[in-house]
Each structure stands twice: as C-alpha cells, then as structure tokens.
T-cell receptor
Framework: DADVTQTPRNRITKTGKRIMLECSQTKGHDRMYWYRQDPGLGLRLIYYSFDVKDINKGEISDGYSVSRQAQAKFSLSLESAIPNQTALYFC??????????????FGPGTRLTVL | AQSVTQLGSHVSVSEGALVLLRCNYSSSVPPYLFWYVQYPNQGLQLLLKYTTGATLVKGINGFEAEFKKSETSFHLTKPSAHMSDAAEYFCAVTEKGNSGYALNFGKGTSLLVTP
C-alpha cells in the first residue's frame, strides 16, 4: 500500500464550486505539505503544517484553505474554484526529527480541472 | 529568500551519452540542496541531497551532483543515459518557515533520451 495517498486522483469541476482534496499518510510523519504543479512553473508551495496545531501559508495560498484533521490527514480546499486553479496538486510528508535535512515523500497527485 | 534556477526547460541526449542538468541557487546562508525526479504520471522521488560534508553527492540510478559554493551551483550528472531516465527533474533548496523548513523548487527540466 502507498505511504501517501491522495483522493480523488482526478476531478473535473465548475467555476464557483467548492472542492476538497484529501491527503492521508501512514508514514507517521508530523510534517505535511500541499503543492501545485503547473507546466513550466515547477512545484509551488500552497500550505504546510509541521504538526496538528501548526498551519503556515506558502508561496501561493490565496484562494485555498487547509485543515489538519489529524497527524495523518491534511486536506486542501478551494472554496470557490476558478479556472486558473486547474493544475496537478501534490501532497507531501516529511519527518520532523531531522529538520531541514528531511526527505519529502510525495503522493501520486490529484489532477484538478476547473471549467 | 532562497531560490533555484534550472537552466534549460528541456534537455535531449542520446542513449549512452552524458547527462548534465544545471541548477544554480541563491542563498544568504549555507543551503540544503536536493534533486527530485518525476516519472510520467507519478509523484516526485528523491534522487539525492546535499546537506553538509562531502561536496560530491551520489544518488540513486547512477546520478550524482556536486555542490560548488563558489559557483552557487548543484548540477546533476550521469555518465551514461538510459532510456528509463526520461523524466522531469527538479532541483530544490530549503527555505526556513515559521516552524522549520520547506522546499523551494526550480521550474524543472524535462529530460528526453533518444535511441
């Protein structure tokens, strides 16, 4: 079984709809991240959480919100989706113990299309 | 803020030829540097990382990278390309957030390997 799972894997929605992307991990890591990937732009950080009570905005948090329901679950919400949020979204986890030396483990991604 | 520049969004090499993917960083403090690989329709996987110590870092699948502080570079190389190396490659540097570290990614380099 995959250590980092994302649901759904693909989603098509309409402008103005609320949508939630979910991430679960079985690695026991405290740190979780949400990135979006756009062609030619690489990965950009949306939000990150270093424990259940800690939520931080990343480079491009506008239009997004997150919820850290438990150590193993970190959800990303688009309250009112717009077409330029069409992208590939990745969740990642890392271990708090080694600080910046950690490897981030990525989920398989969610491809979101906003019409 | 730390940042990464990957030179060349697309690189094409022949099978058996040298692979060289370029990465330059900017940082006011000693950086932690990473190379990730993304195979088609998959998440990101760590190839190698530089933290401290030896400046030549060996990773998986025969890849290596050398940290050159004087040139602010961390180029990725492999002596002989295989068809299976075709993928997107991302260089990344850590950036300290409110509670620790998060990664800043370059825009990626797509590697094409031709027979």
């Amino acid at each position: 079984d995959a250590d980092v799972t994302q649901t759904p894997r693909n989603r098509i929605t309409k402008t103005g709809k609320r949508i939630m992307l979910e991430c679960s991990q079985t690695k026991g890591h405290d740190r979780m991240y949400w990135y979006r990937q756009d062609p030619g732009l690489g990965l950009r950080l949306i939000y990150y959480s270093f424990d259940v009570k800690d939520i931080n905005k990343g480079e491009i948090s506008d239009g997004y919100s997150v919820s850290r329901q438990a150590q193993a679950k970190f959800s990303l919400s688009l309250e009112s989706a717009i077409p330029n949020q069409t992208a590939l979204y990745f969740c990642a986890t890392s271990d708090i113990l080694a600080g910046g030396l950690d490897e981030q483990f990525f989920g398989p991604g969610t491809r979101l299309t906003v019409l | 803020a730390q940042s990464v520049t990957q030179l060349g969004s697309h690189v094409s090499v022949s099978e058996g030829a040298l692979v060289l993917l370029r990465c330059n960083y900017s940082s006011s403090v000693p950086p932690y540097l990473f190379w990730y690989v993304q195979y088609p329709n998959q998440g990101l996987q760590l190839l190698l990382k530089y933290t401290t110590g030896a400046t030549l870092v060996k990773g998986i699948n025969g890849f290596e990278a050398e940290f050159k502080k004087s040139e602010t570079s961390f180029h990725l190389t492999k002596p002989s390309a295989h068809m299976s190396d075709a993928a997107e490659y991302f260089c990344a540097v850590t950036e300290k957030g409110n509670s620790g570290y998060a990664l800043n990614f370059g825009k990626g380099t797509s590697l094409l390997v031709t027979p």
